[in-house]
């Protein structure tokens, strides 16, 4: 037998071979399911066709969004989520539809056998329904409750005389029913409920909720297991039930949300013992609880445009002195190596002061609970250096005192004071042009040690699913900020903040959007209150600056918005520039002898083509910002972006207007690293020239007690200098006239960062 097998097994497998080789090539592409591009409801009445959709597995192939509408078109395979026919599915599908019906009251519905028109390899299905007379609830009755508990309990529930004999919404209202007595203290409340339709009438029906509170019932034994750091007090207190309250089902979901705000509890959960037999007047509770480290270190570092490399470290206790309390070390450096990579890494870091090494040490303690488990207390110390390339170098030392509370699940407000003691260090253009403010002696006042000392509340709802790559949710960031004398604040201003952004999941891409807008105030300057001028002061922290790989990426950092020009006074007096000379002579410049205009003082100068100009960021007291982008997989490791940014901010003196927006298109990709995605995104900005003020200095004639090294030089030629006898003043005045300025500032623009954009 073993012989005959050995000698069979060939033969048939030949044959098998012989039997596919002779299939025609037609037959074979029959065999396979054709692709589904439409289904069809015929009669449907009372639902609509997306709806009855919901209840079969049949779909059609279908574009994943409308933003990919022309690529669906070209049949582009990520664009398309693509479905095709399963016979299988029709009859199931045909049964779902039935159920689907008669659980919303329509118990005579018929549903016929699906039809399929297939033609050249595509297939459309139709589900014909005949959905018949629905079954209505003429007559609702609850029975087993006080007048008084029927008030409390019976309004507004999901269903109503007159609708329909819906099984879900009878199931509904009892799960409502159940869940109201069990927040009041009834934990072992039941409803049974009975539907009667009488014979001489199928259509209606008569409705019967009979309720059984049970008795009322209180909270008794509470243990709680896996504590090792926190003790039984602060458990106690943070979740707010105790033995011989009233049991209150609510309270029990709340108990466990609070317990997630004691940071060093990594998992917990709160379980009433509801399912006992007694069915007493007594719920036992266990609460268990498993403790993340009472000690823990953190470290990090990135690389992006703006500011180089940066590390940062903390160093934070959990439960420190007990009870949950917080307290937390904190030291961040960034602008490492940005002079020495200017040109290859770092080209929106500065240059000068503005590429040193900025950084910042904070120390902060939280108190977890104050009045309440949703109230929390902080206060923390801080001193920093901070750089906004190319603007200001900040100095700081202060404090912060902020309560905060949950006011719902992810959502927090927090009220802040925050006064602390700055110095900044800032060319005098900033100064003149963004304060108005451009003799030397208010300009040094401005620069020295100043109190700004806001107080404010910010409201953050994040219903996103991630904080480094969300992929669906949305986030919402409301912050108002005040500043007077009575806060011991120097400068006076309000601002407003409010940003939204949204993530749409589709399939394996994501829709990201977001919206930015703000606006700032000022009061003035109390250092500067007793001239007899009205100065609008705006401290440069304050003011808006867009542009950069968060904001507008078809941008530099801070490139967006109000800017000027400088020139110096050896660049507009030098007889030797390209094209020609700087355009002005001593006369222009000379302090006496400038020209008295509606907007002030300014020098009488027209500069020639070539001169050098050095544009600078001023700040805006109003700026929109508004960003879409789609996420799509490349690979199984990287991830392509196509987005488009719109944005502007705006000046003081300067009126909103829609022309004014820049809208920058652009691409990225991104690849996934342990601290979030490495962004590298490339941005196309279409500004081109400007008109732009331009601001210089002005000069008087050279006088005995002078430095000589005061002198003005300027350029004679290609190598060769000449020193006039003249000096700066130091006071700052722009041009009589503006200039355009930017004809080729068109182009490209990469960003590296770490971290989606928003």
Same mark, same amino acid.
């Given at each position: 037998?073993?012989?005959?097998?050995?000698?069979?097994?060939?033969?048939?497998?030949?044959?098998?071979?012989?039997?596919?080789?002779?299939?025609?090539?037609?037959?074979?592409?029959?065999?396979?399911?054709?692709?589904?591009?439409?289904?069809?409801?015929? /009669?449907?009445?009372?639902?609509?066709?997306?709806?009855?959709?919901?209840?079969?597995?049949?779909?059609?192939?279908?574009?994943?969004?409308?933003?990919?509408?022309?690529?669906?078109?070209?049949?582009?395979?990520?664009?398309?989520?693509?479905?095709?026919?399963?016979?299988?599915?029709?009859?199931?599908?045909?049964?779902?539809?039935?159920?689907?019906?008669?659980?919303?009251?329509?118990?005579?519905?018929?549903?016929?056998?699906?039809?399929?028109?297939?033609?050249?390899?595509?297939?459309?299905?139709?589900?014909?329904?005949?959905?018949?007379?629905?079954?209505?609830?003429?007559?609702?009755?609850?029975?087993?409750?006080?007048?008084?508990?029927?008030?409390?309990?019976?309004?507004?529930?999901?269903?109503?005389?007159?609708?329909?004999?819906?099984?879900?919404?009878?199931?509904?209202?009892?799960?409502?029913?159940?869940?109201?007595?069990?927040?009041?203290?009834?934990?072992?409340?039941?409803?049974?409920?009975?539907?009667?339709?009488?014979?001489?009438?199928?259509?209606?029906?008569?409705?019967?909720?009979?309720?059984?509170?049970?008795?009322?019932?209180?909270?008794? #034994?509470?243990?709680?297991?896996?504590?090792?750091?926190?003790?039984?007090?602060?458990?106690?207190?943070?979740?707010?039930?105790?033995?011989?309250?009233?049991?209150?089902?609510?309270?029990?979901?709340?108990?466990?949300?609070?317990?997630?705000?004691?940071?060093?509890?990594?998992?917990?959960?709160?379980?009433?013992?509801?399912?006992?037999?007694?069915?007493?007047?007594?719920?036992?509770?266990?609460?268990?609880?498993?403790?993340?480290?009472?000690?823990?270190?953190?470290?990090?570092?990135?690389?992006?445009?703006?500011?180089?490399?940066?590390?940062?470290?903390?160093?934070?206790?959990?439960?420190?002195?007990?009870?949950?309390?917080?307290?937390?070390?904190? /030291?961040?450096?960034?602008?490492?190596?940005?002079?020495?990579?200017?040109?290859?890494?770092?080209?929106?870091?500065?240059?000068?002061?503005?590429?040193?090494?900025?950084?910042?040490?904070?120390?902060?303690? %939280?108190?977890?609970?104050?009045?309440?488990?949703?109230?929390?207390?902080?206060?923390?110390?801080?001193?920093?250096?901070?750089?906004?390339?190319?603007?200001?170098?900040?100095?700081?030392?202060?404090?912060?005192?902020?309560?905060?509370?949950?006011?719902?699940?992810?959502?927090?407000?927090?009220?802040?004071?925050?006064?602390?003691?700055?110095?900044?260090?800032?060319?005098?253009?900033? $100064? =003149?042009?963004?304060?108005?403010? =451009?003799?030397?002696?208010?300009?040094?006042?401005?620069?020295?040690?100043?109190?700004?000392?806001? %107080?404010?509340?910010?409201?953050?709802?994040?219903?996103?699913?991630?904080?480094?790559?969300?992929?669906?949710?949305?986030?919402?960031?409301?912050?108002?900020?005040?500043?007077?004398?009575?806060?011991?604040?120097?400068?006076?201003?309000?601002?407003?903040?409010?940003?939204?952004?949204?993530?749409?999941?589709?399939?394996?891409?994501?829709?990201?959007?977001?919206?930015?807008?703000?606006?700032?105030?000022?009061?003035?300057?109390?250092?500067?209150?007793?001239?007899?001028?009205?100065?609008?002061?705006?401290?440069?922290?304050?003011?808006?600056?867009?542009?950069?790989?968060?904001?507008?990426?078809?941008?530099?950092?801070?490139?967006?918005?109000?800017?000027?020009? %400088?020139?110096?006074?050896?660049?507009?007096?030098?007889?030797?520039?390209?094209?020609?000379?700087?355009?002005?002579?001593?006369?222009?410049?000379?302090?006496?002898?400038?020209?008295?205009?509606?907007?002030?003082?300014? %020098?009488?100068?027209?500069?020639?083509?070539?001169?050098?100009?050095?544009?600078?960021?001023?700040?805006?007291?109003?700026?929109?910002?508004?960003?879409?982008?789609?996420?799509?997989?490349?690979?199984? $490791?990287?991830?392509?972006?196509?987005?488009?940014?719109?944005?502007?901010?705006?000046?003081?003196?300067?009126?909103?207007?829609?022309?004014?927006?820049? $809208?920058?298109?652009?691409?990225?990709?991104?690849?996934?690293?342990?601290? /979030?995605?490495?962004?590298?995104?490339?941005?196309?900005?279409?500004?081109?020239?400007?008109?732009?003020?331009?601001?210089?200095?002005?000069?008087?004639? $050279?006088?005995?007690? #002078?430095?000589?090294?005061?002198?003005?030089?300027?350029?004679?030629?290609?190598?060769?200098?000449?020193?006039?006898?003249?000096?700066?003043?130091?006071?700052?005045?722009?041009?009589?006239?503006?200039?355009?300025?930017?004809?080729?500032?068109?182009?490209?623009?990469?960003?590296?960062?770490?971290?989606?954009?928003?």
């Amino acid at each position: 037998m073993t012989g005959a097998g050995s000698f069979l097994r060939p033969a048939v497998l030949g044959l098998t071979v012989a039997c596919v080789l002779a299939i025609p090539r037609g037959t074979a592409g029959q065999l396979q399911p054709p692709e589904v591009t439409d289904v069809r409801f015929e /009669g449907n009445e009372a639902f609509p066709d997306d709806s009855l959709a919901t209840a079969i597995a049949t779909r059609p192939t279908e574009c994943r969004s409308g933003l990919f509408l022309p690529l669906c078109a070209l049949g582009v395979g990520f664009a398309l989520d693509r479905s095709v026919l399963r016979e299988r599915d029709l009859p199931r599908d045909r049964a779902r539809l039935i159920l689907w019906y008669r659980q919303r009251g329509f118990r005579e519905v018929q549903v016929d056998t699906p039809a399929v028109v297939r033609q050249n390899g595509n297939a459309e299905v139709v589900f014909p329904i005949q959905e018949g007379r629905p079954v209505i609830a003429d007559s609702i009755r609850y029975t087993g409750l006080s007048e008084s508990q029927a008030e409390e309990i019976l309004s507004d529930l999901p269903i109503r005389e007159g609708d329909r004999l819906s099984a879900i919404a009878l199931d509904a209202t009892r799960d409502s029913i159940v869940s109201r007595l069990a927040n009041r203290g009834y934990a072992y409340a039941q409803v049974f409920r009975n539907a009667l339709r009488p014979a001489d009438d199928p259509h209606s029906a008569v409705v019967t909720f009979e309720v059984v509170p049970g008795p009322l019932s209180t909270y008794g #034994d509470i243990t709680i297991e896996g504590l090792d750091n926190l003790n039984v007090g602060t458990v106690l207190r943070t979740v707010q039930i105790s033995s011989g309250d009233v049991y209150r089902r609510n309270e029990i979901e709340e108990a466990t949300s609070r317990l997630y705000g004691l940071r060093i509890i990594r998992s917990a959960s709160v379980v009433p013992d509801t399912l006992s037999l007694d069915r007493d007047s007594v719920v036992d509770v266990a609460i268990t609880i498993q403790e993340g480290d009472a000690y823990r270190v953190r470290a990090g570092g990135g690389l992006n445009t703006a500011e180089c490399f940066n590390l940062e470290a903390r160093w934070t206790s959990r439960n420190f002195l007990g009870g949950g309390r917080l307290l937390q070390i904190r /030291g961040r450096t960034g602008h490492l190596l940005a002079a020495q990579l200017q040109d290859q890494l770092c080209p929106q870091a500065g240059q000068g002061k503005y590429a040193r090494l900025t950084g910042v040490a904070s120390v902060e303690f %939280v108190q977890p609970w104050i009045f309440s488990t949703r109230n929390s207390f902080s206060a923390s110390l801080f001193a920093e250096r901070q750089s906004l390339p190319n603007i200001f170098v900040r100095r700081a030392v202060g404090a912060q005192l902020a309560l905060s509370r949950s006011i719902s699940p992810q959502t927090l407000l927090t009220f802040f004071y925050r006064p602390e003691l700055s110095e900044l260090d800032a060319d005098a253009v900033l $100064f =003149c042009t963004g304060f108005l403010v =451009c003799d030397p002696d208010d300009i040094r006042r401005l620069r020295g040690r100043n109190y700004l000392s806001p %107080v404010g509340a910010s409201l953050v709802r994040d219903r996103s699913d991630d904080l480094l790559n969300p992929r669906r949710g949305y986030r919402v960031l409301l912050d108002v900020e005040h500043a007077a004398t009575w806060t011991y604040s120097d400068f006076r201003y309000d601002r407003v903040v409010l940003e939204a952004s949204r993530y749409v999941p589709m399939g394996p891409v994501v829709f990201a959007a977001r919206l930015r807008g703000g606006w700032v105030g000022s009061g003035g300057f109390e250092g500067l209150l007793d001239e007899p001028r009205s100065v609008e002061l705006v401290h440069p922290q304050k003011r808006f600056y867009t542009g950069g790989a968060n904001t507008v990426r078809g941008f530099a950092q801070s490139g967006l918005g109000p800017r000027v020009l %400088v020139a110096r006074p050896n660049i507009l007096l030098s007889p030797y520039i390209i094209g020609g000379g700087g355009g002005c002579d001593v006369t222009d410049l000379d302090a006496d002898n400038v020209v008295e205009t509606p907007g002030g003082d300014r %020098v009488p100068c027209d500069p020639a083509p070539g001169t050098i100009f050095e544009p600078r960021p001023t700040g805006g007291t109003r700026v929109f910002e508004a960003n879409a982008e789609l996420r799509f997989p490349v690979t199984s $490791f990287l991830e392509g972006v196509v987005f488009g940014d719109v944005g502007q901010a705006w000046g003081r003196d300067q009126a909103i207007h829609v022309a004014s927006l820049e $809208f920058t298109p652009g691409l990225g990709v991104r690849f996934p690293s342990p601290v /979030g995605p490495i962004r590298v995104d490339l941005a196309y900005r279409f500004r081109g020239e400007e008109t732009l003020s331009v601001v210089t200095e002005t000069i008087r004639e $050279f006088a005995d007690g #002078d430095p000589e090294s005061a002198k003005i030089e300027v350029r004679t030629g290609e190598e060769t200098r000449m020193t006039l006898d003249w000096v700066s003043t130091g006071t700052l005045v722009p041009l009589v006239q503006p200039i355009p300025f930017g004809a080729n500032d068109k182009g490209l623009q990469l960003h590296l960062s770490i971290g989606q954009a928003f």
